[in-house]
């Protein structure tokens, strides 16, 4: 993602092909890897990452390749997101569950790289699935079907003569203003892609059990009646809890959203006459919430499969204690049983630890702005709401963009608030 950022998008891509490599063989586990986790902790085992990680592999790869103008390398990854997206359709199906198993940004990028290569029939199916992934995850995305997919809707159907798809998208969208077909194949289209604000980071959650009277007492007196967050105290913890040796920890993770502070942009276009087009960015694609919905879904397992390794690593500190009394006699029993609990209990608390790993690089949210201009030369320019540092991806300064008729560019901004 840094390098899509700086402008490297050939080492971006090499980068990206060898992340999707990792992703496919670490679909195969090994035994020893998921012992040495559920004797210690998840970061025991190579990060995996999450189903909306893998999907943006291939959508920050797609967009590599369009700002290389390799549109037929970027369908390639439209291709692979169609795949990947009806693989995770197909399980949420036969789990009966209303989770990510669609994206609607990846399908609406699908469909404006189907249109700039001129493949209209598909550039309508992926407008139309586009939409109905936006309407499938509104309730808990937040993100409506932005109004230039839905003039992206019409025009395409439109261009392939589907009166009835157009008669109904009118009466459905009956304030989107559109082009025809014909009119953008005339004109040039600018697609600004703007990463705001930063991806979630996650934190512990320690859950604190205490299984004796006493012990209550002190974990109440410890930390009172919230669960603590972060690695704050945690040798202290490991040392009280492991003399005790009555406390079972548990750890969870849990997301700190960092939300962006600008909700849109406008983007200029001026050419050498002076005369200016403009535009205001959409949001399109909402990555906390993605996020959120993952952690959301995969929390009751992780719990179970928590709770199960405190009680096993509780379970063996527990019989190294009476081991370790029995070996050496009764007179030093006390204390070798203390130190012994000090500590095989006191690791055991130590080493719980939650699976923090994200894609921390990813923003927050994701706009996209669009705009089609006559054929010439133009200026780029955009002005975020809210202020916010913004600086355009390989640019050290506002673009110069040359438009021929039917092309289609991609830009990058990257707003850091």
């Not at 699908?110 to 309730?139: K, T, V, W």
């Not at 006559?374 to 991806?393: E, F, L, N």
């Amino acid at each position: 993602m840094a390098l899509h950022l700086a402008g490297d998008y050939a080492q971006s891509n090499e980068a990206l092909e060898q992340a999707e490599e990792i992703v496919e063989r670490l679909y195969t586990r090994t035994i020893r890897s998921e012992t040495l986790a559920f004797l210690t902790n998840d970061n025991a085992l190579p990060y995996e990452g999450d189903p909306y990680e893998h999907v943006m592999v291939n959508v920050v790869k797609a967009l590599n390749y369009a700002a290389q103008n390799d549109i037929a390398g970027a369908l390639v990854e439209a291709r692979r997101i169609d795949h990947r997206l009806n693989v995770l359709s197909d399980r949420l199906k036969g789990k009966g569950k209303n989770g990510y198993g669609n994206d609607g940004f990846a399908r609406y990028l699908s469909g404006m790289l189907y249109e700039a290569a001129g493949d209209l029939n598909n550039a309508f199916i992926a407008y139309r699935n586009a939409c109905e992934a936006y309407e499938a995850m509104r309730g808990w995305s937040q993100v409506a079907c932005p109004p230039s997919l839905r003039a992206d809707l019409l025009s395409s159907a439109e261009a392939l003569g589907l009166a009835d798809e157009v008669d109904r998208y009118r009466s459905t969208y009956p304030d989107v203003e559109w082009l025809s077909a014909s009119a953008r194949q005339r004109l040039a289209q600018v697609v600004m892609i703007s990463y705001n604000g930063r991806a979630p980071r996650k934190e512990d959650l320690y859950l604190d059990l205490p299984i004796s009277l006493d012990a209550l007492q002190l974990v109440l007196l410890n930390r009172g009646f919230s669960p603590s967050f972060g690695s704050r105290d945690r040798v202290m913890d490991s040392v009280l809890y492991g003399l005790s040796g009555r406390v079972v920890r548990v750890a969870l993770p849990r997301l700190i959203h960092q939300k962006t502070k600008i909700p849109v942009e406008t983007m200029t276009l001026t050419d050498e006459q002076g005369a200016s087009y403009a535009t205001r960015s959409e949001r399109v694609q909402d990555l906390t919430a993605l996020a959120e919905k993952t952690l959301t879904e995969r929390l009751p397992a992780m719990t179970v499969k928590a709770v199960a390794r405190a009680a096993t690593k509780f379970s063996m500190a527990e019989g190294a204690v009476i081991g370790s009394q029995q070996a050496v006699g009764r007179d030093a029993a006390p204390w070798v049983g203390l130190l012994v609990s000090l500590l095989a209990k006191g690791l055991a608390v130590a080493s719980e630890e939650a699976d923090k790993r994200s894609w921390r690089t990813l923003p927050d949210e994701i706009h996209v702005a669009r705009v089609w201009v006559p054929s010439g030369r133009y200026r780029a320019t955009v002005h975020p709401s809210g202020g916010g540092v913004a600086v355009w991806a390989s640019e050290a300064k506002e673009p110069s963009l040359n438009l021929s008729p039917g092309q289609t560019i991609f830009l990058f901004r990257r707003v850091v608030q």
